[in-house]
């Protein structure tokens, strides 16, 4: 099976998703300290430490749609079937990642110093968004031919 440069990008995107989503679960098993290391909303922190369900329960939704990120990259790229709303789902993982990537820009470089972990999640989550740009772009273009 041949894949054009776009369905490259949107597969390793997919599978960034995938990774991350695995982590998120990781720290469910890895508790309060790893929640903290993966720089975690103080709740979510306090909610590990407690024994809450908030800590376990919003990371399961959170890596839920990574999850489905993975699988919208993947139905379009052509690795598994298609599924239904490919195209929106897309244009909004694009710009949700994207954005999320851009987020990070402006804490590089803070009074507190320079946030190593968000400058790679940042640049990470813009890759990944660029990459669901370029599979919208192309699953656009398939529809248009009729492919």
């Known amino acids: 099976m041949s894949f054009s440069v776009k369905s490259k990008l949107l597969i390793s995107g997919g599978v960034i998703a995938s990774a991350a989503a695995i982590w998120h679960l ?12 993966a720089r975690a909303p103080k709740q979510i922190i306090e909610s590990a430490q407690q024994g809450t369900f908030i800590a376990p329960v919003g990371t399961i939704i959170v890596a839920g749609l ?17 599924v ?15 954005v999320r990537g ?28 660029v990459c669901f740009i370029a599979g919208s772009i192309e699953h656009s273009t398939a ?3 009729g492919t």
Do not use: E, H, N
């Open 84 to 98: 239904p709303l490919v195209k929106p789902a897309l244009i909004t993982i694009a710009f949700l990642c994207t």
């Open 143 to 145: 529809l248009k031919l």
């Open 102 to 129: 851009l987020i990070g820009i402006p804490t590089f470089a803070t009074a507190a110093g320079v946030d190593i972990w968000q400058i790679v999640a940042s640049t990470v989550w813009l890759y990944v968004g």
């Open 66 to 82: 990574m999850f489905a990120c993975t699988v919208f990259a993947f139905s379009s790229a052509g690795l598994i079937r298609k």
């Open 26 to 37: 990781l720290c469910i098993w890895g508790g309060p300290s790893w929640f903290a290391f």
